[in-house]
């Protein structure tokens, strides 16, 4: 098996690891009446003869088949349901409905989304068990913006935010506090029911306030926060956005509920799935295929160019040197960097990340070979393209070479995309259906 292949089928190990329904149907279990939720730092069990009917809501790009999954553990015992997923994402369910929207930028199909939920949510009561499925993506599938907060200024926000170099955590902060759902919100809409939300992460850190900006969580940010983030990134913002921050900040506007709030003595938050589950399982798999594993972090954060050169930096001094001991080694870490985007091309953050290191390459001279790396989002879809990554070696650098191409052209417009859709070096898996952050992977030749 060549390089790439390897590469792939240590990605494809992490994909499996954090399948989703694979995850519910590991983490939920029924018998005789009680049925049993499990995941990190929690585990609890109820009886279903406690209540009149149970509900499923659900939003994200892996919402779709961990509602499958919970469809084969509890059968006809599911009232109703919805769920909200990315397009392309969509799965035949029986009981559940499942609804396609935009993402990232929120659309009208979103909005009806949201109202439909909201509908359903408010016929919930104490005698309700409301099972909500959650993962990445879910901040932009439900847009429920507050009056007279429009879908228009939303998408103009969102685009703002996304091309800003904000983090998830910051975008979802402003998303907060411009919604009548997320921060927590949802649960003053279950007219006090049990309340047990199944979370897979694509939050590094793992913060379940920011994992689908937090939906059935309390909110610890506020919005003396979301108006440093405007002005931390010199956004300019739709009057009535403008407007609705200014009257939180005076106090005219209620703050998200905080932890301690009663509404959520009924909510259970349980993590059934993270970055670090699908790296274990790398790491495994690249044992399996003859190298030394060494998994650096599941926490990577910063601009993917940035971080593409410290990947390069570990790689070559590795093939230089054996840093990190005698023998191939397999380095694998995960999170999710972020771009400033300041030029016109095309791109996402995984591309950007591997054509920064392949620029790191061309100019190391003659240890470049025996390095190949792979940058990949979980979800496969990086940024506003087909595609989930991108591949960097000398292979593509001496392919760039041929073509004429100056990576740092392609470097300076954001246009990672078009660069490798020339060399040959896109990394394309379609919708993966899961969603947990991104991979990082460089094999190095001893």
Wanted: proline share 4%; aromatic share 4%; glycine share 12%.
């Amino acid at each position: 098996m060549n390089m790439e292949g390897q590469l792939r089928r240590i990605f494809q190990a992490a994909l499996s690891a954090v399948d989703p329904g694979r995850l519910v149907r590991e983490r939920v279990s029924l018998a005789k009446g009680l049925l049993r939720l499990r995941g990190e730092g929690a585990d609890t069990t109820l009886d279903l003869r406690s209540f009149e009917q149970i509900l499923v809501l659900g939003a994200g790009k892996a919402a779709a088949p961990m509602a499958a999954a919970l469809e084969s553990v509890l059968g006809e015992r599911i009232g109703e349901g919805l769920v909200v997923v990315k397009e392309g994402y969509r799965a035949a369910l029986a009981r559940i409905r499942c609804l396609e929207a935009g993402h990232p930028v929120p659309d009208e199909r979103g909005l009806a989304a949201a109202e439909a939920m909201e509908a359903l949510a408010a016929s919930a009561n104490a005698r309700t068990l409301v099972l909500v499925l959650l993962s990445g993506g879910g901040s932009a599938l439900l847009p429920a913006p507050v009056h007279p907060i429009s879908l228009q200024d939303k998408q103009e926000v969102t685009g703002s935010l996304l091309a800003s170099g904000a983090t998830i955590a910051e975008i979802n902060c402003l998303r907060k506090h411009l919604s009548r759902l997320k921060g927590g919100r949802l649960v003053s809409r279950l007219g006090g029911a049990q309340v047990v939300s199944l979370i897979l992460s694509d939050v590094v850190g793992d913060r379940l306030d920011t994992i689908a900006s937090g939906l059935t969580a309390p909110d610890e940010s506020t919005f003396s926060q979301a108006a440093a983030i405007v002005s931390k990134y010199g956004l300019s913002l739709p009057s009535p956005v403008a407007n609705l921050l200014a009257e939180g900040l005076r106090g005219d506007v209620g703050e998200t509920p905080k932890p301690g709030d009663p509404a959520f003595e009924r909510v259970t938050n349980i993590l059934i799935g993270n970055n670090r589950t699908g790296l274990e399982a790398a790491a495994r798999e690249a044992e399996v295929l003859g190298w030394r594993s060494v998994v650096l972090t599941s926490r990577i954060v910063g601009e993917a160019r940035e971080v593409g050169k410290v990947y390069a930096a570990i790689a070559l001094d590795q093939r230089r040197h054996g840093s990190l001991g005698a023998g191939n080694v397999c380095i694998l870490a995960g999170g999710e960097t972020t771009v400033t985007v300041r030029g016109t091309g095309l791109g996402g953050r995984n591309q950007e990340c591997a054509l920064s290191f392949l620029a790191e390459l061309a100019a190391a001279g003659p240890w470049v070979d025996g390095i190949d790396f792979l940058a990949a989002s979980s979800d496969g879809g990086d940024g506003p393209t087909d595609a989930a990554g991108a591949f960097a070696e000398s292979g593509l650098l001496a392919e760039a070479r041929r073509l004429g191409l100056n990576i740092g052209d392609y470097l300076r417009e954001n246009d990672s995309y078009r660069f490798f859709a020339a060399v040959g070096g896109l990394f394309k898996t379609g919708p993966t259906l899961t969603n947990v952050c991104d991979y990082q992977i460089c094999l190095v030749g001893g």
